[in-house]
């Protein structure tokens, strides 16, 4: 992948192979039969991770490892038409269209 993932699938790892894997988060060695999770770069398999539970939820909780929903959010911030602006646009519309007849 030539960028950076935007974001990351965390999963839960089921693997029963007796294999060592280098946690990408800390650089230290990881059990495949230890209690880990997988890090998976935009969803794609091809560049999953083998990752220390405790390193993924370090890293998510300083932000690092954001969700596509987190990342997701943070491409969209809210429009300011759908505040108070639209609000008040319509309330006008409605008052000068309901206004006249009586
Ligand atoms: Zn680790």
Known sequence: MAQAPRWWEVRRAQNLK???Y??????????????HMLIVPEGDARGRRHAHADCVLAA?????LPTREEWRRAQTPPEPGEGG?????????GRRRGGDPR
């Open 85 to 93: 602006w639209a609000r008040v646009r319509a309330r006008l519309r």
């Open 22 to 35: 280098r946690c990408p988060l800390c650089g230290r060695h990881l059990p495949a039969l230890s209690e």
């Open 60 to 64: 998510r909780r300083a932000g690092r």
């Open 18 to 20: 007796p294999a060592t």
